[in-house]
DNA sequence: CAACCTGTTCGCCA
DNA sequence: ATGGCGAACAGGTT
């Protein structure tokens, strides 16, 4: 699920635990999710802790509890934050809760291709760091030329998915961008004419600001002619002229596209 | 049952 | 050194 909106949506659950103390921390300290971090530190440092802040940045969240705690996830493919009442009995995919006196925050990732992290210190932490926000005026036409031109030679759907450039795009949201921007998915980044680099970061600012409202608020559905609710099925067809929709494996990915708006 | 999946990371290659 | 690609990761769903 988790590209950028729901990441926001997400985030937005858990603060219902702001300015609360944490009276209890559980964790599968085994799972994948916390590889690379000592659960240990994380159990003690934030048991007693009050949680003060919460940031997302991309499909990155952090939470900065009191006594210079910082908490990172990400919530891989399948990662999900909720929360529930305080003496909620975990299921098998709730590998972190944080017990609050009126409240439990969750983190249920199945698949495990989420991650935690956790950082002690006064500053953010060294991993928290990254490419501009798409909203942001860093997220300029000169950066996004800038960032076409370096990965030129692979195909613009895999560009798009590349967090370093485009913080925040996943599967779906990269095909509702190149839908909008009228580009072929596996059109190389050497071969985008001005207009179509104008284009393409205008679609990507419209469809993350969109997104952000409409499902980072209350995860509530994107406008009918969006292409998101054609792209996984059988009989999807092109918003705009109803053409049925071409699909391929693109960086990796499977991609839909109309082959008669968005042209080779 | 087999194939598929809204993501990242690693090793290999050019 | 840098960029591109395919495999691997794990478990649920179709």
């Given at each position: 699920?988790?590209?950028?909106?729901?990441?926001?949506?997400?985030?937005?659950?858990?603060?219902?635990?702001?300015?609360?103390?944490?009276?209890?921390?559980?964790?599968?300290?085994?799972?994948?999710?916390?590889?690379?971090?000592?659960?240990?530190?994380?159990?003690?440092?934030?048991?007693?802790?009050?949680?003060?802040?919460?940031?997302?940045?991309?499909?990155?969240?952090?939470?900065?509890?009191?006594?210079?705690?910082?908490?990172?996830?990400?919530?891989?493919?399948?990662?999900?934050?909720?929360?529930?009442?305080?003496?909620?009995?975990?299921?098998?995919?709730?590998?972190?809760?944080?017990?609050?006196?009126?409240?439990?925050?969750?983190?249920?990732?199945?698949?495990?291709?989420?991650?935690?992290?956790?950082?002690h210190g006064k500053e953010d932490p060294p991993w928290w760091s990254g490419a501009p926000d798409i909203s942001s005026d860093a997220f300029s036409a000169r950066y996004v030329a800038d960032f076409l031109k370096r990965h030129s030679r692979a195909p613009i759907k895999a560009v798009l998915l590349l967090q370093t450039g485009f913080p925040g795009i996943g599967n779906w949201m990269a095909d509702e961008i190149l839908w909008r921007a009228r580009i072929a998915p596996s059109t190389r980044g050497a071969a985008l004419a001005p207009p179509q680099c104008k284009a393409l970061r205008r679609a990507t600012r419209f469809v993350s600001s969109e997104a952000m409202r409409i499902i980072g608020h209350d995860y509530s559905d994107p406008p009918r002619n969006w292409l998101i609710h054609q792209r996984w099925k059988a009989s999807g067809v092109c918003p705009r002229d109803r053409v049925p929709l071409s699909r391929a494996t693109v960086g990796g990915r499977t991609t839909a596209w109309c082959a008669r708006c968005q042209p080779a």
């Amino acid at each position: 699920m988790p590209e950028l909106a729901e990441v926001e949506y997400y985030r937005r659950q858990w603060d219902a635990g702001l300015r609360a103390k944490v009276l209890a921390v559980e964790l599968h300290a085994r799972k994948r999710i916390f590889r690379g971090s000592n659960t240990r530190e994380i159990v003690r440092s934030l048991t007693g802790a009050q949680m003060s802040e919460s940031i997302a940045r991309g499909k990155q969240m952090l939470f900065r509890f009191s006594g210079g705690n910082w908490l990172g996830l990400h919530l891989g493919m399948s990662g999900t934050l909720r929360i529930e009442a305080p003496d909620v009995r975990p299921g098998k995919h709730d590998h972190l809760v944080l017990r609050q006196a009126k409240r439990a925050l969750i983190l249920r990732d199945p698949r495990l291709f989420g991650r935690v992290r956790f950082h002690h210190g006064k500053e953010d932490p060294p991993w928290w760091s990254g490419a501009p926000d798409i909203s942001s005026d860093a997220f300029s036409a000169r950066y996004v030329a800038d960032f076409l031109k370096r990965h030129s030679r692979a195909p613009i759907k895999a560009v798009l998915l590349l967090q370093t450039g485009f913080p925040g795009i996943g599967n779906w949201m990269a095909d509702e961008i190149l839908w909008r921007a009228r580009i072929a998915p596996s059109t190389r980044g050497a071969a985008l004419a001005p207009p179509q680099c104008k284009a393409l970061r205008r679609a990507t600012r419209f469809v993350s600001s969109e997104a952000m409202r409409i499902i980072g608020h209350d995860y509530s559905d994107p406008p009918r002619n969006w292409l998101i609710h054609q792209r996984w099925k059988a009989s999807g067809v092109c918003p705009r002229d109803r053409v049925p929709l071409s699909r391929a494996t693109v960086g990796g990915r499977t991609t839909a596209w109309c082959a008669r708006c968005q042209p080779a």
